[in-house]
């Protein structure tokens, strides 16, 4: 049986390998088949001695190649086989290249955060935080909208095996400083060298991830920070993008809020 099966993904690899892009996509397709119908030990070991992400993942990759790779990216995690350097490898196939392609990278990311650990996350945000303010785009923020709200639910999804409260309660203690892209978004809103417009769509973003129930944690911290800036601010510039924060997380909150929910300045 095992023979069988490592025959059927040499077949697979010969096509992700060929430079004909139908017969890649085929070859992808016929390996996303069989990820259910080979036994795990044996689909992780082909991988890594084959390194199929090194060959899919190049500066040549063809978009729907890029595409079909989140479901191997996603296998390896959830197998705990993915490594710093599988993360490398997507990031890198968008750097210097055109807007279409960055964005299908930065989709497959935001996809893939559902299911990686706090390493991985951090990796990824790594590389995310390294533009200066000014260089951010409106796709690059929705990017990080997206990896950033991912990204939390993953990491408050209790790890497998660890059932009981308690276990549950002291792993989200521990990653509780982490909200990856919300610094980021409220450094952008009060940043006055910063086009207005990003500045807008900064502001807007923050408020819909403040929004959803995983980050009700972070709405009364930015509360509190919208009301410290106006009090120190000297000037109606300084105090505008306050205002327009405090005004948009208003209009995002959802109209089922409950007491439960209540925000306290301080």
């Known amino acids: 049986a095992q023979f069988r099966e490592r025959m059927?993904?040499?077949i697979?690899?010969?096509?992700?390998?060929?430079?004909?892009?139908?017969?890649?996509?085929?070859?992808?397709n016929?390996?996303?088949?069989?990820?259910?119908?080979?036994?795990?030990?044996t689909t992780l070991a082909w991988l890594?001695?084959?390194?199929?992400?090194?060959?899919?993942?190049?500066?040549d990759s063809h978009e729907q190649v890029i595409k079909r790779s989140v479901k191997i990216l996603k296998f390896l995690a959830t197998h705990h086989r993915l490594q710093a350097s599988h993360i490398d490898l997507l990031w890198n196939v968008a750097v210097g290249q055109h807007e279409g392609?960055?964005?299908?990278?930065?989709?497959?990311?935001?996809?893939?955060?559902?299911?990686?650990?706090?390493?991985?996350?951090?990796?990824?945000y790594k590389h995310v935080s390294t533009k200066e303010l000014s260089a951010y785009r409106d796709f690059d923020l929705q990017f990080i909208r997206n990896f950033t709200v991912n990204a939390v639910k993953a990491r408050n999804t209790p790890i497998e095996g660890r059932e009981g409260k308690e276990e549950r309660e002291k792993?989200?203690?521990?990653?509780?400083?982490?909200?990856?892209?919300?610094?980021?978004?409220?450094?952008?809103?009060?940043?006055?060298?910063?086009d207005n417009d990003i500045r807008v769509a900064s502001s807007i973003y923050l408020a819909q991830i403040l929004a959803s129930p995983d980050f009700y944690p972070q709405l009364p911290v930015h509360l509190n920070r919208c009301?410290?800036?106006?009090?120190?601010?000297?000037?109606?510039?300084?105090?505008?993008?306050?205002l327009r924060l405090i005004e948009i997380i208003i209009r995002q909150q959802p109209e089922h809020s409950t007491n439960n929910n209540k925000i306290v300045l301080r």
């Open 8 to 10: 059927q993904l040499d």
């Open 30 to 41: 016929s390996l996303d088949a069989l990820f259910g119908s080979i036994s795990p030990e």
């Open 48 to 59: 890594e001695e084959n390194k199929v992400l090194e060959n899919v993942l190049g500066r």
């Open 12 to 28: 697979c690899l010969r096509s992700i390998t060929a430079k004909v892009l139908p017969t890649r996509l085929g070859g992808m």
């Open 171 to 194: 792993e989200r203690a521990e990653h509780d400083a982490k909200w990856y892209g919300l610094e980021l978004f409220w450094k952008i809103t009060e940043n006055n060298n910063i």
């Open 227 to 242: 009301a410290k800036s106006i009090s120190s601010s000297a000037s109606l510039a300084g105090v505008l993008p306050a």
């Open 101 to 124: 392609l960055v964005r299908i990278v930065y989709e497959a990311l935001a996809d893939l955060a559902q299911v990686l650990n706090e390493e991985h996350l951090d990796a990824v």
